[in-house]
């Protein structure tokens, strides 16, 4: 079975050194599951599973055992150029992702393509009761709408959410810190009038502070926009 061979693929293919490394940085994920097989490699090895017809039979697997099996199918599913299909895949999908990186690299090609029809998506992803779904929600909003189709409802829908969950406030930090960046004068009044948890808040600051797309005049004023704790 296909799975089977991807399995013995991906073990032929492990760095016990990155696994190390990568156990570090992933603290949801129990250290027994990471195989080690750096990314490069599993892009690599997604571009010509994709192509597979019985790729499906691989995808339907779920939940899979292994990290580095899921960071390869959200790497399988980024390589689906049918709209629906893909959308349908990552539905399917992201009620098992349990890690931020898993999360963070599921970035569907297509979508660029299909911009309007997955603001819908967006919306259902960002009110969804599941931390990496959320989260996938703000990273698809902050990927595919901080430039020529931004609207100020978007920065509005971050704003709006409210979660104890740490991925999920990073992430609209991290979303915040970027539309600092490239929308400034639209973001900066969220920053100004406090709109987001005190921790968030700051983080975005601190993000932003941190950004090389930021004026040095921009930064100290963030700066003194920060809250105490």
Not at 123 to 139: H, K, N, S
């Amino acid at each position: 079975m296909i799975t089977e061979e991807i399995k013995e693929e991906l073990f032929q293919t492990q760095d016990t050194v990155y696994r190390d490394f990568q156990a570090k940085l992933l603290p949801t994920v129990a250290y027994d599951t990471i195989i080690g097989v750096r990314t490069p490699a599993l892009r690599k090895l997604a571009k010509k599973l994709a192509k597979r017809e019985d790729i499906g039979d691989f995808l339907k697997v779920l939940p899979h055992l292994y990290f580095d099996e899921n960071q390869l199918h959200a790497f399988i599913i980024s390589e689906e150029k049918d709209f629906a299909r893909c959308v349908a895949e990552v539905n399917r999908f992201l009620p098992y992702v349990d890690n931020w990186a898993t999360c963070d690299q599921l970035s569907p090609k297509v979508f660029k393509k299909h911009r309007q029809e997955l603001l819908t998506y967006i919306q259902e992803w960002i009110a969804a009761d599941r931390t990496y779904v959320v989260r996938f929600g703000i990273g698809m909003l902050m990927e595919h709408f901080l430039d020529d189709d931004f609207d100020m409802a978007y920065l509005e829908m971050v704003s709006k959410i409210r979660s104890e969950e740490y991925y999920v406030n990073m992430m609209t930090a991290w979303y915040f810190a970027t539309a600092l960046a490239k929308q400034y004068e639209a973001a900066l009044p969220f920053i100004e009038e406090r709109r987001l948890e005190p921790w968030t808040h700051n983080k975005a600051i601190q993000k932003s502070i941190e950004s090389n797309r930021i004026a040095k005049e921009q930064k100290l004023y963030l700066k003194g926009l920060k809250v105490s704790l």
